[in-house]
């Protein structure tokens, strides 16, 4: 920070000697004094330092001058200068203009010519003291003013995030509770018409009811499921340990779990690798379910009789797996919708198959959390093929 000034103004050359000495031997070299010899040149003076960015604390300034009287003078400085301490030194000041310069220039203090040393210095030091107390004060005022304003945006931004998160548990508990509604009526009138007919109805419309009713649970145990991952997920609190994992076992196991369904609607599940052993950085039981959700949605949405095939290839540092359907395929607005939650889109179950639309929503911040990618191409009427893409581990 640059010195700060204290100007001196006096029509007597001695007096301006003097109170400069005076100044030196009682600050040392911690300030600047400047001299003016008539009001006149000091608030040229006072305007060039002040554009230059000086802060002058301290104007001492003599009354009886030529051109300005000192009361006059120090009520100019006032307008310009409003924080410095003035002081009148005049040895002829009239009672009225010391009132003046207190009442329009906030006079400091007034010393009487000749003054006593001590006083002198005392009255200097004070005000000099006074004025950094001030600009503390002032400091710390704009500093809370900031800090004021700062906080009172975050918490604008935190409460616009609340309100935000607020309307989208709304949303999701519409849509949770619609879901989970059709089973639910499912599983109460199947079991109340059980019971009200339990001896009249016939085995194989007993069975029937039955089926119904273990699919509409395991819907809802589905969407549970898939509502506890997202939970876990969004609070960050799904564990995951990457380390070197085999992907091919996994792929083989999940191809075994769907070859019934694959069979039920005639469609067949190919299977190349370009390699029998291919080592990625992932965590078994995420890696399954992401290939587990892929798997299924391309079981799920393509019309029977057709192929589904999965492939496993290096690609650079990488291992890729493409899971490639012969299904509706998606639209450019689809694809777009594709990785959001609750995101039902044009193509539907093609075998009755319960659909969330969270599965791929869980896939995508899954395949973040390992550091993988995930992508899906596809044009409509001509399948769709997702592909995944893992950090090889060699
Ligand atoms: N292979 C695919 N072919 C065509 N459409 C697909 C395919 N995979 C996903 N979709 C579309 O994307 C939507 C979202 O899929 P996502 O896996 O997120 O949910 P879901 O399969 O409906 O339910 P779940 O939560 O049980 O997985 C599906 O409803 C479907 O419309
Ligand atoms: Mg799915």
Redesign the pocket.
């Known amino acids: 920070m640059a010195k700060q000034i204290i100007l001196c103004v006096d029509d007597e050359h001695t007096i301006l000697d003097s109170l400069k000495l005076e100044l030196i031997k009682l600050l040392g070299d911690s300030y600047i004094i400047e001299t003016a010899e008539d009001a006149l040149e000091a608030l040229e003076v006072i305007e060039n330092l002040l554009s230059r960015g000086y802060e002058i604390p301290l104007i001492i300034s003599d009354h009886i001058m030529p051109e300005m009287k000192g009361d006059e003078f120090l009520r100019r400085v006032h307008q310009i200068s409003p924080k410095t301490l003035k002081i009148m030194l005049t040895g002829q000041a009239s009672i009225d203009a010391v009132g003046n310069a207190i009442k329009y220039a906030r006079l400091y203090r007034y010393i009487p010519k000749p003054w006593d040393v001590t006083d002198f210095d005392l009255t200097i030091k004070e005000a000099l003291h006074s004025y950094e107390q001030e600009r503390k004060i002032e400091y710390f005022y704009a500093d809370l003013e900031q800090k004021i304003v700062e906080r009172t945006q975050e918490l604008q931004e935190k409460n616009e995030i609340l309100l935000k998160l607020d309307q989208e548990k709304n949303e999701f508990l519409g849509i949770v509770a619609h879901d989970l509604k059709n089973p639910l009526s499912a599983i109460k009138s199947l079991s109340g018409e059980i019971e009200r007919s339990i001896n009249k109805i016939p085995q194989l419309q007993l069975l029937k009811f039955i089926r119904i009713i273990q699919i509409a649970s395991r819907q809802m145990f589905?969407l549970i499921n898939?509502l506890f991952d997202v939970n876990a997920i969004e609070s960050g609190k799904i564990n995951i340990t990457c380390q070197r994992l085999n992907l091919l076992p996994i792929i083989h196991a999940l191809l075994e779990i769907y070859s019934d369904r694959a069979r039920e609607k005639q469609i067949h599940l190919h299977f190349s690798s370009e390699f029998s052993e291919g080592y990625v950085l992932g965590d078994e039981n995420i890696v399954q379910q992401i290939l587990d959700?892929l798997l299924?949605?391309?079981l799920?949405?393509s019309p029977y009789h057709k192929n589904i095939y999965v492939r496993v290839y290096a690609y650079q540092n990488c291992i890729r797996c493409e899971i490639q359907?012969q299904?509706?395929?998606?639209s450019a607005e689809?694809q777009q919708k594709?990785f959001g939650k609750f995101?039902?889109?044009?193509?539907?179950p093609t075998g009755q198959e319960?659909?969330?639309?969270?599965?791929?929503?869980i896939v995508k911040k899954l395949v973040e959390r390992l550091n993988a990618k995930v992508w899906c191409e596809s044009q409509l009427n001509q399948g769709?093929t997702?592909t995944l893409e893992f950090i090889k581990f060699s």
């Open positions: 589905n898939n959700n299924s949605n391309a799920k949405y359907d299904g509706p395929g998606l689809d594709l995101s039902r889109l044009t193509p539907r319960h659909s969330t639309g969270l599965g791929l929503f769709t997702f």
